[in-house]
């Protein structure tokens, strides 16, 4: 049997201010999305930033690295990086580029638009399970705002 502790009871910690802040509130939500996002794509082998490379290429077929680039805010050298495992899984290839020769497109191969209807069924599944507590019309605003943020 345990020793009952004398410590006394906790006493309330004032987060107002935290609470009042974007940024606070902002991770303190997306840590708690990322969190349950990271946990199922994990059965994809999939991570944030690779997911959104692969949705980006699944709904722009034929796009360059520049294009993915510049929509996901990340450098070039960084991208490199990402696309390699990917073309190593088959999940996307290369290909010559219709309009400039300089370029490469790129495109999912049938494995890779398989295992995206599949995590982009489970992240939209995520979503919803994460704005339980908010309406539609929540949810939209939501997204509206947060987009005026980083836009």
Avoid: W
């Avoid at 309330?12 to 199922?40: K, M």
């Amino acid at each position: 049997m345990a020793e009952p502790t004398n410590n006394p009871p906790a006493e309330p910690i004032d987060t107002r201010f935290l609470e009042s802040l974007i940024g606070y509130n902002a991770r303190r939500a997306a840590l708690a999305v990322i969190e349950q996002f990271l946990q199922h794509m994990a059965a994809y082998e999939l991570r944030p930033v690779s997911f959104s490379v692969l949705s980006l290429v699944k709904h722009n077929p034929g796009i360059t690295s520049s294009q993915l680039c510049t929509a996901l805010g990340i450098l070039p050298p960084n991208l490199v990086g990402l696309l390699k495992p990917l073309v190593k899984r088959a999940l996307i290839e290369r290909r010559p580029h219709p309009h400039d020769g300089r370029a490469m497109a790129l495109h999912l191969t049938s494995t890779g638009r398989t295992l995206m209807a599949k995590a982009e069924a489970t992240a939209a599944e995520l979503e919803l399970q994460a704005t339980a507590n908010l309406s539609k019309s929540e949810r939209t605003t939501l997204l509206q705002l947060l987009k005026k943020v980083y836009a």
